[in-house]
């Protein structure tokens, strides 16, 4: 609720009013009075000196000043008098001399309250002024002096300090694009902060003095202007000054920890937040804050806890300086080590594994391992059963995941620990792909450093010079050296020009198979590795070149193919397999189909087999939707559409669903959108054997084969790869059938717990959305339609996995579309 400034001081005025004696008084009585009924500009200018020689007096500042100023103000009094250069000149001096407490509040208060004039352009210039002579220095310090810190009303100290956070918005809020610069928070803020710094500079040289000040303004005035979200501002001017100053000057360190001593509660967080974002090292950050953190219980719970465990948006720098700050000193290493503990209990727990988000749970692996970085060996010792149990619970559950990774983060973490712990013979070891992620995390091992990075270093540049010169010169003669001793060893044999052996290719022992039985015995029976790896090589070929010959034994084919392990280290070993598949399954679909999705729901297979039939099942489909661009007669080869590759991420396939997304959101730049152009393709007749033989028995567990329980990894592939067949079967008859099945089966597994499975849901969904009719989407949705739209917006609000709340969003779009266009809504084109 805004509060009235100018209430308030008359308030206090008329509390002090009381008080005023003499005949001072008297007489700025009368000045008063001058102004208020006067029309003789003479008059007025008399008047309006006295004033000002009565500015240093408090007989007139307190009760009077007020009163003036509002008068001087006001509407109909500037407007007889604005002409005259000699009163302007008096008015601003008026102000700019007065007490800058009362001058800001009434500045303010008339700005905020007078529609645009002359009257508002002049209280806007003189502000301007008022800024730019430094008055903000004038009030700050008022307040510090023991006197002027004791002498108001909590009421008006509180209003002081609100429109000293808030100038910009207050200016802004009516000024709108007529606010000068001075007033927008890039130049303001600065400014305070310069202001705050030379109230700083005074309180120092008054204590060397022997003389009491108080920060409580000042910190109240930092506290809320952190609070307003400007603390990057502010500090972005006050923490470099800061650090630089308390490296050299104790009395500095002793200033500043009071100054944040004296910040509310309420305000603590924002404040100690801001200032560990803008200084460069946990040494500067000691010297800032002293031993905040252990007296203030408010600092303690923000920097042991919400910093490093509730919130995960912050840099790594921010953990190297929070971290670095408590093991700087004996007394803040006991929070350290109640922070790892704290940690390792968040680290090693399953469900925060589960219900956290991938980018959240980095954070909190970083913050285990600059803890362990900062441990000595004798509190290592003290914390090993921690850091034990901690190793062990927490890599087990991330090897767990179907994520990979969080798969490689438990990894990395684990082979940390595990070389911290120095446990002889007994050291985890990985085998793991190190990625950028991953050398980050490695690397916050290293012995840290808690000095300032800013610290002087000497410049070395002239060193390296001299260094790379006596380098040059030394490999000059060593070259020439060299070249003295060839030149002695030549002989006559060097004049021979060398044979080209580059294109020269190793002679193969067993020679390629010609005939698809040739091949399909190689692979059945042979012992020999070369005669293997070129039936391999050679299988897709044959299989699409000799179609009649592929078809009688596409079965047998197919089993083999999906037992053949790589016995001999074959190089490309799964893509050439995989590649064979696809060929078999394009070449004669529906046996070979119905072979597959039988084969996935059988014993004694393996999860790799399993996901192997899900790949191929979604590259033939692929393969299949490619528009017939000719009508073949007889048999003819069947030529692979696109290269493919192994892959075990579905990211290419939402790839594919992202494109129709886009194509199907409406953007005012582009026009309507375009539906999808029904075209003739090998999949949309045979689309029902690929989905439905995979919902057939999803429910029935087997003692190899747990789809609902443990071996989530395979159900969250299989939701994708159904999302996928449904997405290639637009315009499919049997897409209504398929949308149908899906959605109940995507409707029992929907609060899944693994986030993998969940991606899988929603991508379903997604695919639903897009491929079936609005007409028979609505009709099938029915009343579940409210709470399938509830159930996606909560999703999309508050699922912790960032590409579960994505898809939901889409998901979200897609149905109201759809809803659009079944009611005949139009479009609002905003």
């Not at 010169?473 to 020009?497: N, V």
């Amino acid at each position: 609720m805004r509060f009235c400034c100018s209430a308030a001081l008359i308030r206090y005025s008329k509390h002090r009013f009381c008080d005023v004696m003499g005949s001072a008084g008297t007489e700025v009585g009368s000045c008063l009075r001058t102004l208020s009924t006067s029309r003789d500009s003479a008059e007025i200018v008399h008047a309006l000196r006295t004033l000002v020689l009565y500015l240093e007096d408090d007989v007139f500042t307190r009760p009077h000043y007020t009163h003036a100023v509002q008068m001087l103000l006001s509407a109909h009094w500037f407007s007889r008098w604005c002409e005259d250069e000699e009163i302007k000149k008096l008015w601003d001096e008026l102000f700019l001399k007065g007490p800058p407490d009362q001058t800001l509040l009434l500045l303010l208060d008339t700005i905020s309250s007078t529609e645009e004039s002359v009257g508002l352009e002049r209280c806007v210039s003189v502000l301007e002024k008022f800024l730019s002579a430094g008055r903000l220095q004038v009030l700050l310090w008022s307040r510090c002096e023991v006197d002027g810190a004791c002498s108001d009303s909590p009421q008006l100290r509180e209003t002081v300090i609100g429109h000293l956070a808030a100038l910009p918005s207050i200016t802004c809020n009516h000024l709108h694009a007529n606010t000068p610069d001075a007033f927008l928070p890039q130049q303001y803020y600065p400014l305070l902060a310069a202001s705050i710094l030379d109230t700083l500079e005074k309180t120092c040289h008054a204590l060397r003095a022997g003389q009491d000040c108080s920060l409580g303004f000042v910190a109240q005035v930092l506290g809320k202007v952190c609070i307003q979200g400007y603390s990057s501002q502010i500090f972005e001017t006050l923490a470099p000054r800061l650090s630089s100053l308390t490296r050299v000057d104790p009395l500095w360190q002793r200033v500043t920890q009071r100054l944040l001593e004296k910040v509310p509660e309420r305000c603590t967080e924002c404040v100690i937040t801001g200032l560990i974002r803008s200084l460069s090292g946990a040494a500067a950050v000691s010297r800032l804050m002293g031993n905040l953190v252990v007296t203030n219980k408010k600092a303690q719970f923000v920097l042991t806890h919400k910093l490093l465990l509730q919130q995960y948006q912050h840099p790594t720098l921010l953990l190297k300086s929070v971290l670095g700050y408590l093991a700087l000193d004996s007394e803040r290493r006991t929070l350290l080590k109640q922070v790892l503990r704290s940690v390792c209990q968040v680290w090693c727990n399953s469900s925060a594994v589960k219900h956290t988000s991938v980018e959240q749970q980095l954070y909190v692996s970083k913050v285990l391992l600059l803890c362990v970085a900062l441990l000595h060996h004798s509190e290592i010792q003290e914390l090993r059963h921690e850091m034990l149990q901690c190793m062990l619970g927490g890599v087990q559950c991330r090897l767990d995941s179907n994520i990979e990774r969080i798969r490689r983060m438990g990894m990395v973490v684990g082979e940390c620990l595990s070389q911290k712990l120095d446990t002889p013979g007994s050291q985890l070891k990985f085998q793991y792909e190190l990625d950028v992620e991953s050398r980050e995390m490695k690397s916050l091992m290293e012995s840290p450093s808690v000095e300032d990075d800013e610290q002087y270093q000497p410049d070395t540049s002239t060193s390296l010079q001299a260094e790379s010169k006596a380098e040059g010169s030394a490999g000059q003669s060593a070259e020439s050296e060299a070249g003295r001793g060839s030149d002695s060893e030549l002989d006559s044999d060097d004049d021979l020009t060398p044979y080209d052996m580059s294109a020269d290719q190793e002679k193969k022992k067993s020679a390629p198979p010609r005939y698809v039985r040739d091949c399909l015995e190689a692979l059945m029976s042979s012992d020999d590795a070369e005669r293997v790896e070129l039936s391999l090589q050679v299988a897709e070929a044959l299989l699409r070149k000799n179609v009649k010959a592929t078809q009688e034994v596409s079965v047998q084919f197919s089993k083999v193919l999906l037992h053949l392990g790589d016995r001999y280290s074959t190089p490309h070993f799964h893509t050439l397999r995989q590649n064979a598949m696809v060929a078999l399954t394009v070449t004669d679909v529906k046996p070979v189909v119905d072979y597959w999705t039988t084969e996935f729901y059988s014993l004694n297979y393996n999860l790799r087999q399993r996901l192997d039939i899900l790949e191929v099942l979604a590259l033939s489909a692929q393969e299949l939707s490619e528009p017939i661009t000719n009508k073949p007669t007889g048999a003819q080869p069947i030529s692979a559409v696109t290269h493919r590759e192994q892959c075990d991420d579905i990211t290419h396939w939402r790839q594919i669903v992202e494109k129709r997304i886009q194509s199907k959101t409406r953007r005012i730049s582009k026009g309507g959108t375009q539906s999808v152009k029904a075209v003739p393709n090998r999949y949309a007749p045979v689309a029902g054997f690929f989905f439905f033989p995979l919902l057939r028995s999803y429910d029935r567990p087997q003692v190899t084969f747990d789809l609902l329980g443990s071996d989530h990894l395979v159900l969250g592939r299989l939701l994708h790869t159904l999302g996928l067949l449904m997405h290639l079967a637009v315009n499919a008859p049997v897409v209504s059938q398929m949308g149908r099945a899906l959605l109940d089966f995507v409707w029992a597994v929907r609060f899944h717990t693994d986030q993998m499975v969940r991606r899988g849901v929603m991508f379903a969904v997604c695919s639903v959305f897009l491929s079936m009719p609005a007409e028979n989407l609505l009709t099938e949705l029915g009343d579940d339609l409210m709470e399938t739209r509830a159930w996606l917006a909560d999703v999309a609000e508050n699922d912790c996995d960032a590409d579960c709340r994505s898809l939901a969003v889409q998901s979200l779009m897609l149905l109201d579309r759809n809803l659009k266009t079944q009611l005949k809504i139009p479009d609002m084109e905003t």
